[in-house]
């Protein structure tokens, strides 16, 4: 349920990576049951799972790419001194990749 041995890497250091993230994942769920009074880890860890969703590949990939953009456009806009607002730019352009993404609901 923590991601242990699910990693499909041949890099060593991105399976040390993977092993690390696990325990990382196991102590944060030991610090939390201990703030949070839960019976067990199970009990804690079903009550952050319905919390949250499972983010899709496609998902992290919006994301960088929303990132990307709204870094992209505030730096040309500095850049050039360009008064306007670019929110409406970067709004166009994220709709358009969102409606375009061709993974959808691929899960990693």
Do not use: W
Not at 2 to 12: E, Q
Not at 23 to 50: Q, V
Not at 83 to 101: C, H, M, N, P, R
């Amino acid at each position: 349920m923590l991601g242990l041995g699910k990693d499909c890497s041949n890099d060593f250091n991105a399976l040390v990576f993977a092993v690390t993230a696990s325990f990382m994942r196991y102590n944060l769920l030991n610090c939390l049951n201990e703030l949070e009074n839960h019976a067990t880890l199970g009990e804690l860890f079903e009550h952050l799972a319905d919390d949250y969703a499972v983010i899709t590949y496609s998902q992290r990939l919006q994301d960088f790419f929303r990132g990307l953009f709204l870094i992209s456009f505030k730096t040309i806009f500095d850049l050039f001194e360009i008064e306007e607002d670019f929110q409406s730019y970067f709004d166009i352009l994220t709709d358009a990749v969102k409606g375009s993404a061709p993974i959808k609901g691929c899960e990693t």
